[in-house]
């Protein structure tokens, strides 16, 4: 009998329900079969990568010719040289190697951490479909191997797992490998109705399958139609099991057409439904029948390539018909033939009645002594089959079955109560969430019935209030405007009678006639008069430019620069200072109010040489940028204290100090020159350090916006800003 096998649903138990043994060489064609439907499928469902693919098809192809050491040499060889391998990639990895430990070289120990790693891979499945075939499948394999390790309560647990994996998630091709195992388990057993009742169901689930590649469940579904005879012939129902060989070949039959690239697979599929089926005919005594199919399914299955154990299983049906018709030429010369294939191809339960065969040969021609050693090699190797399989038939598969879903069933509700537990909690706490929010609600909204009359109130005043500011400040700007004529008026009225006194007592200062007191009289009162004119001015200067519009026009910045220079020397001559002037490479003209610019660099050098001691040098320098023309005055005065740095732009600030030679600061300066650059968009800072010197700089734009910004200067930098 035929029991299939494929990496996807391997049985845990091999060949012939009855008398399990396959050819090696079936066994690794079938397999290739199965990885090449199972490799097309995988990859559509975006379960293989493209890199996978070549090295899945080679490895299939040394399988199929039958070389499995080849085929791992190979798969261990190049999977390490894929670029990033998926999840179904390394599972299919694993599964190569747990095919080839398993039934290649039945080292079931070894072959065990390869389906713990399935097992791990199959975890790590991010699609659902995915994850449930590969869950499975990997529980399935893990089963099988502890099936083979005679370990059947651990092995009937992960087939548990696998069933309720097919189950939870609808799968068809997981139950029907789960029944599928648990008809093979139970015809192991004896329990052949059983067994029956497991093939038809898993038959029927496999119709559910959704395959669009059907040679593999073409091949299981004709395999279980034969399963299903076979447990009939075991159970008596002779006529039955029949009908079932019968259906599976007319299945055969019809599908033939549709695989002609697998012809010899489906040759092989008859050979062994002839086996069984003459197994059912011998039962009935139709020995010319069952003789007839016999042959034919030796001449199939004998052949290199075919099921070389399923045609020693049919050689042993044969002699066994030629015992009984007394063919005793016949059965010897068969009996010969087989014992020279056994020498072959390993075969523990043929061996067993190939002994018991010459044992009743030899009884026939009264060789008593031959018939008595073989007759006893025949008890020996029963007995040890009988021993093999003792622990099966021992292990109550259904009570494991229904303990191991009494426990599914257990664990269930005790998870629907702890979920009942937690919507229970989750709902009292959601009540006690609503009715502290209608609390909440209904608080407010009496709150805010209060709230809305002290708004509409305090709007009310709000609006009072915002009246009365901008009364109050229509008045500041008035006052404002009053206050700059009267401060002009007043400052207008005192400069000509100031500029008076200023020239009078110059004149008679001049005149050496006076003595030494009255001369130094008249220079006080000259300079006094001097430092007030000077006030005047610049108070003027603040007023006129905190309203008046400026009028530009095109300047050369070196000639500015220059005449602002050379007005200045004789000023910084008193104190023997100088000062070094360094111009642009070529001539820059700029959109300014001349006189304003050459007021604000005029103020800025005479700060210099107010501030710096005598015989120092003051560096008046002009650099291009690219949007903007910096002009810096330095010096190695006194520097500008931490404590005044904030201050110095400001209007009549209290930041000011006197020169080095005792000279007035009135601290005006700085803040009328702020507003000057400031009008023309440009920017004015300093850097300095006390008794070290400071470094004032000036940047106007070579273009001018009205509403340009500033941009930001380096860390350090000083800035005049409102």
């Known amino acids: 009998m035929f029991m299939g096998y494929s990496w996807k649903f391997q049985a845990g138990v091999t060949g012939d329900i009855k008398k399990l043994k396959y050819s090696k060489i079936f066994l690794f064609l079938f397999l290739s079969v199965v990885f090449s439907s199972c490799a097309k499928k ?3 469902s975006a379960g293989y990568t493209a890199s996978f693919k070549p090295v899945f098809d080679s490895v299939t192809h040394y399988y199929d010719l039958n070389q499995p050491e080849k085929a791992i040499s190979y798969l261990d060889s190049n999977f390490p040289l894929l670029n990033d391998p998926s999840v179904n990639d390394k599972f299919r990895f694993y599964a190569f190697h747990y095919v080839y430990w398993q039934k290649a070289k039945r080292d079931y120990k070894k072959a065990l951490p390869y389906a713990d790693s399935m097992l791990v891979m199959a975890h790590k499945s991010v699609v659902k479909e995915q994850y449930a075939a590969n869950f499975a499948e990997a529980n399935y394999a893990k089963g099988d191997t502890y099936f083979s390790l005679n370990q059947y309560n651990d092995a009937y647990q992960c087939y548990f797992q696998g069933y309720l994996m097919g189950k939870n998630y609808l799968n068809q091709a997981s139950a029907a490998d789960y029944t599928y195992r648990m008809g093979m388990i139970m015809f192991k057993q004896g329990h052949y109705k059983l067994a029956a009742g497991y093939f038809k169901e898993s038959y029927a689930k496999s119709l559910l399958v959704k395959d669009d590649h059907g040679f593999v469940w073409f091949y299981r579904r004709q395999e279980l139609l034969d399963n299903i005879g076979e447990s009939y012939t075991h159970s008596g129902d002779i006529d039955s099991a029949i009908t079932y060989f019968d259906n599976a070949l007319k299945y055969v039959n019809a ?104 044992g009743s040969y030899y009884l026939k021609k009264n060789d008593l002594a031959k018939a008595i050693v073989y007759t006893q090699n025949y008890n020996a190797l029963k007995d040890s089959t009988i021993k093999r399989l003792t622990l099966l038939k021992e292990s109550d598969v259904n009570q494991q079955l229904a303990n191991l879903e009494k426990q599914y069933q257990i664990e269930n509700l005790n ?9 229970l909690n ?24 209060f709230d809305v009359a002290v708004v509409i109130m305090l709007n009310k005043q709000i609006n009072q209030q915002k009246a009365e500011l901008e009364r109050a400040l229509d008045e500041v700007k008035f006052s404002s405007r009053e206050k700059d004529r009267i401060l002009r008026a007043v400052a207008h009225d005192l400069r000509n009678p100031l500029g008076g006194i200023a020239s009078l007592t110059s004149v ?12 130094s009289q008249l220079i006080l009162i000259k300079q006094t008069a001097a430092d007030t004119l000077e006030l005047i001015n610049e108070i003027l200067e603040a007023t006129n430019n905190s309203s008046s519009a400026l009028k530009r026009q095109s300047v050369d910045v070196n000639a500015l620069i220059a005449n602002s220079v050379e007005l200045l020397r004789f000023k910084a001559a008193e104190k023997h200072q100088q000062i070094v002037l360094e111009g642009l490479d070529h001539p820059v003209e700029l959109d300014i109010n001349r006189e304003k610019i050459w007021r604000v660099i005029s103020n800025l050098i005479s700060n210099a040489i107010k501030f710096s001691p005598v015989d120092a040098m003051i560096k008046v320098k002009a650099v291009q940028k690219t949007d903007s023309v910096i002009i810096s005055i330095n010096d190695h005065g006194i520097g500008i204290p931490d404590n005044m740095k904030d201050k110095v732009f400001n209007m009549f600030t209290d930041a000011k100090r006197s020169g080095t030679m005792g000279e007035k600061s009135f601290g005006l ?54």
Not at 415 to 423: A, E, F, V
Not at 432 to 438: H, M, N, R, S, Y
Not at 508 to 519: I, N, R
């Open 508 to 519: 008679m200062a001049e005149e050496s006639e006076h003595d030494k007191d009255l001369q």
């Open 426 to 449: 989750v709902a009292i706490v959601c009540a006690v969430l609503l009715l502290a929010i209608a609390f909440l609600v209904w608080r407010n909204w009496r709150q805010s019935k």
């Open 42 to 44: 995988n990859t559509d």
């Open 415 to 423: 998870d629907n109560n702890k979920m009942q537990s937690i919507y």
């Open 669 to 722: 300066g700085l803040s009328i020159s702020r507003q000057i650059v400031e009008k023309h968009q440009g920017e004015i800072w300093f850097e300095s350090e006390p008794k070290k010197g400071t470094t004032f700089y000036v940047s106007l734009p070579r273009s001018v916006k009205q509403d340009a910004g500033h941009d930001q200067l380096p860390a350090g930098k000083e800035l005049a800003r409102h």
């Open 255 to 358: 599908n033939d057409g549709k695989f002609k690239v697998k012809s010899q697979y489906i040759d092989i599929a008859r050979g062994v439904i002839y086996n069984n089926k003459a197994q059912a005919l011998i039962a009935l005594k139709k020995y010319d029948e069952a003789e007839q199919l016999l042959k034919k399914s030796i001449a199939i299955n004998i052949q290199k390539g075919g099921d070389n154990g399923d045609a020693e299983l049919a050689q042993l049906k044969l002699a066994q018909i030629y015992l009984i018709k007394g063919e005793s030429g016949l059965l010897r010369s068969l009996l010969s033939d087989l014992r020279k294939q056994l020498d072959v191809i390993k075969n523990d339960n043929a061996e067993a009645d190939w002994n018991r065969l010459m």
